[in-house]
């Protein structure tokens, strides 16, 4: 079936049914994965499945219809069900396709598919590594197993206004969690690795290794004392505060009025030098794409440069908001209108090593696990529950659990320090960061 057609003639049979425009949107997903512990295969699963999502306009108004069934004679139905909808719905002034067309970027280069199924007996044996190794560590009194899967997914988008592209992605994950300790002394930890293609996953021992050793270093965890201290997040957390910075200049929510960086563009808000990427171009990038929601190419950029915000992230309809132009990020399924998201985002490295980032903390903390998502987007308070180990003498010191640490995020930005330690593993990365002066609450 070439899915390019197919949705052609979705979207035909919305114009037909009364549709002013419609785009039309398709999701092919193929998956396997294992589950392993204890040296037993606990879950063995393959799934496969295609999803079809319709989206028309009437009158300014927008309704979206989707279906697992992509044979074309249910088309008319589904597109009269999606235009009578649209009918009796509100208008939304800002609605609408693309204003205009971007020309359809050749996917070869990013090298999103490596074109290789795993065969189950490889995803176990991948599994057996990493758990056998995890095992093997000196202090692992138990297993919570091993994951390992693959998969691949097909998105095809067709729009009335001329736009047409499909692209594929193949995916490979593998993870392990170890337990140190006995009884209510037990503590656990984990490792992983996520790529697109099978030749850039981490060495499935080396996963497990890490996991384990991991978990045998936060043994007997003191509750540190309440302070106002340095705090170092490790590289697995950073990431959490670019989190924090995407959601805060996300079109979406400063056209709401509901960020606390909605009069921010244009002005300081990361220390100076300091910049954070967006790039759906990055090669073998796990958000990388040829195309957003909405048709559009999206470029690389950057997001803050010099310390400065220069850009929102914004789809088209958060832009008409703003009286702005689409910077390329819609992202949706088959079962909602698009909204802005961030690709390939990441924080530049800086040029101390983790090691001399603390070398003159004469007392803080490291935090390696946050708990709890309590950060207020509109006025930036941040407060967590946070575990990780004392940092003493510039050097890592003793485990520490069960503490919150606070501050607001507008004056965290303005005082992070990046490491050099940027390693790309999620989508959205950040090496280690230090930030002064937050309150840490504990004993």
Not at 5 to 32: E, F, I, P
Not at 358 to 383: H, K, P, Q, R
Request: hydrophobic share 45%; net charge negative; aromatic share 4%.
């Amino acid at each position: 079936m070439n899915e390019l057609n197919t949705l052609s003639d979705l979207v035909a049979a919305a114009k037909r049914a009364g549709a002013d425009a419609a785009d039309a949107l398709h999701v092919a997903n193929a998956s396997l994965s294992v589950s392993r512990r204890l040296g037993r295969i606990e879950q063995l699963e393959r799934a496969e499945g295609v999803d079809l999502g319709l989206r028309v306009f009437v009158a300014g108004r927008q309704a979206i219809v989707s279906t697992t069934d992509p044979d074309p004679k249910g088309f008319a139905q589904l597109a009269e069900r999606a235009v009578a909808m649209a009918r009796v719905v509100p208008e939304d002034p800002h609605g609408g396709l693309a204003d205009r067309l971007d020309p359809l970027r050749d996917a070869a280069p990013l090298d999103l598919d490596d074109g290789q199924e795993p065969a189950a007996e490889a995803l176990i044996a991948r599994a057996a590594a990493a758990e056998d190794a995890a095992l093997a560590v000196k202090g692992v009194t138990n297993s919570e197993g091993a994951d390992a899967s693959w998969g691949r997914v097909r998105i095809a988008l067709v729009t009335s206004a001329g736009f047409a592209g499909a692209y594929s992605r193949s995916s490979h994950s593998l993870s392990c969690t170890a337990l140190a300790g006995s009884g209510t002394a037990m503590e656990r930890d984990y490792e992983w690795s996520s790529v697109v293609h099978l030749a850039d996953l981490d060495d499935a021992a080396t996963i497990g290794r890490k996991a384990a050793e991991k978990a045998v270093a936060r043994l007997n965890p003191v509750r540190a004392r309440t302070a106002r201290i340095p705090v170092v997040f490790d590289p697995r957390v950073s990431a959490s505060l670019l989190g924090h910075l995407a959601g805060a200049i996300n079109g979406a929510a400063v056209a709401r009025g509901t960020s606390f960086l909605r009069d921010s563009l244009g002005q300081q808000v990361l220390a100076k030098g300091l910049t954070v990427r967006d790039d759906p171009t990055r090669r073998r990038g796990l958000r990388s794409r040829p195309f957003d929601g909405e048709g559009m190419a999206g470029t690389p950029r950057a997001i803050v440069e010099d310390g400065v915000l220069t850009s929102w992230i914004l789809d088209w309809r958060s832009a008409r908001q703003l009286g702005l132009q689409s910077t390329g990020h819609a992202s949706r399924g088959t079962g909602g209108p698009p909204g802005p998201a961030p690709t390939n985002l990441w924080l530049e490295p800086g040029a101390l090593t983790p090691a001399q980032l603390m070398a003159d903390i004469a007392e803080g903390l490291y935090v390696t696990d946050l708990i709890g998502m309590g950060v207020n987007g509109v006025t930036g308070d941040y407060s967590r529950g946070a575990a990780g180990f004392m940092i003493r003498g510039g050097a890592l010191a003793e485990p520490v659990s069960e503490i919150t640490i606070a501050g607001n995020l507008k004056d965290m930005f303005l005082h992070l320090t990046p490491a050099d330690d940027l390693v790309f593993r999620r989508g959205s990365d950040a090496p280690t960061i230090r930030l002064e002066g937050l309150t840490l609450a504990g004993a």
